[in-house]
């Protein structure tokens, strides 16, 4: 009976490693995927095609950032979700940059916004653990520590006392 048990239990293993190392590559795919992605949140929905929603996003980058954005560096904007009638609320819509660079300078400078909201794309796996965390990070930041999520993860610094510089010795 056992001589029988040991190829399942070998093969069994074999199995759980590969499960492992393809929902690491999943992970992976997915946060490669929403790189360059953008959440804008309170954007009124009173356009009629994709191009007019692009149009209006520009408009708030450049009156509250002084940032400009081109046709070509956009791949893809819409809007998540479906239309609720009842709600007077706007849907949150999707910005997918070409680059990198664009996406970084909007969320560098996002606290200037004043009628939007803007956060990073993340799969739902890392919100839910990004909002397990913000008890700790409230906590961190009470104590007087530097703390801030990166992705999904806590990173704490200890409030160091700004020293004086070292200054050279002055000789007579």
Same mark, same amino acid.
């Given at each position: ?50 191009? /007019?929603? !692009? /149009? ?10 002084? &940032? ?11 809007? !998540? ?31 200037? !916004?004043?009628? &939007?909201? &803007? ?43 700004? /020293? ?9």
């Amino acid at each position: 009976m056992d001589d029988k048990l040991i190829p399942l239990v070998e093969e069994n293993k074999n199995l759980k490693i590969k499960v492992e190392k393809l929902e690491k590559e999943i992970e992976f795919l997915k946060k490669v995927e929403k790189k360059n992605n953008i959440i804008i949140f309170g954007l009124e929905e009173k356009e009629t095609s994709t191009f /007019q929603l !692009l /149009q209006e996003f520009k408009e708030h980058l450049k009156q509250d950032l002084n &940032i400009t954005i081109e046709h070509y560096e956009i791949n893809k904007i819409y809007r !998540l979700g479906t239309k609720n009638r009842e709600s007077n609320k706007p849907r949150p819509v999707l910005c997918s940059f070409i680059s990198n660079w664009k996406k970084n300078e909007i969320i560098k400078n996002k606290k200037n !916004l004043k009628k &939007i909201n &803007i956060s990073e794309d993340y799969s739902k796996e890392v919100l839910e653990k990004r909002k397990t965390l913000q008890a700790k990070l409230a906590e961190e930041r009470k104590k007087g520590n530097y703390a801030y999520l990166k992705y999904d993860k806590l990173i704490v610094k200890e409030n160091q006392k700004i /020293q004086e510089k070292r200054k050279r010795p002055t000789h007579c």
